[in-house]
């Protein structure tokens, strides 16, 4: 196998994951954990190297208004700004928001950082009229929502 071979090879993961979240498009509903998470875990299997946060801005019906990418941080630690939250629902006009980012350890369940996240940017969401539905974490192969699991104060 040639160089440029390999190359085109090794964008087969990345192009595909690119594929599926385009399929993913705007007004799609999102009414359930499970919908939340089929929507979402194309961002997530793209051989992240590190851990990334998105931002799912959705209307009174729960319709995609937007996903944002809120940032990509080191192997073990992203940081998602609560004025950067608050710009994006804003721009949407969003009434709902779930948030969601992935951990590179394997393991799928929420660190103190995680839970403390998910409490500040429900207060400030709830400021200035959203809810803050969900925080989903996706590892290669599971996802945990915060919800579900009944750590969320929200």
């Known amino acids: 196998v040639g160089e440029?071979?390999?190359v085109l090879l090794k964008l087969?993961?990345?192009l595909s994951g690119r594929y599926q979240a385009d399929r993913a498009s705007l007004g799609t509903i999102l009414d359930s954990t499970q919908a939340a998470g089929q929507y979402l875990r194309p961002y997530f299997s793209q051989g992240a190297r590190y851990e990334m946060t998105y931002l799912v801005c959705l209307d009174g019906k729960y319709k995609?208004?937007?996903?944002?990418k809120l940032g990509e941080?080191?192997?073990?630690?992203?940081?998602?700004?609560p004025r950067k939250v608050v710009e994006l629902v804003l721009a949407?006009?969003?009434t709902a928001a779930i948030l969601a980012h992935n951990?590179?350890?394997?393991l799928a369940l929420p660190s103190n950082a995680d839970l403390m996240t998910t409490q500040q940017l429900t207060a400030i969401l709830r400021s200035v009229g959203v809810e803050l539905l969900d925080h989903l974490i996706f590892?290669?192969?599971?996802?945990v929502s915060l919800r579900d699991s009944g750590l969320f104060s929200g």
Do not use: F
């Open 64 to 68: 995609v208004l937007g996903c944002h």
């Open 103 to 106: 951990h590179l350890s394997g």
């Open 92 to 94: 949407h006009n969003a």
């Open 12 to 14: 087969i993961p990345v």
């Open 4 to 6: 440029h071979t390999a």
């Open 139 to 143: 590892t290669d192969d599971d996802m």
């Open 73 to 81: 941080g080191s192997v073990d630690a992203t940081e998602v700004t």
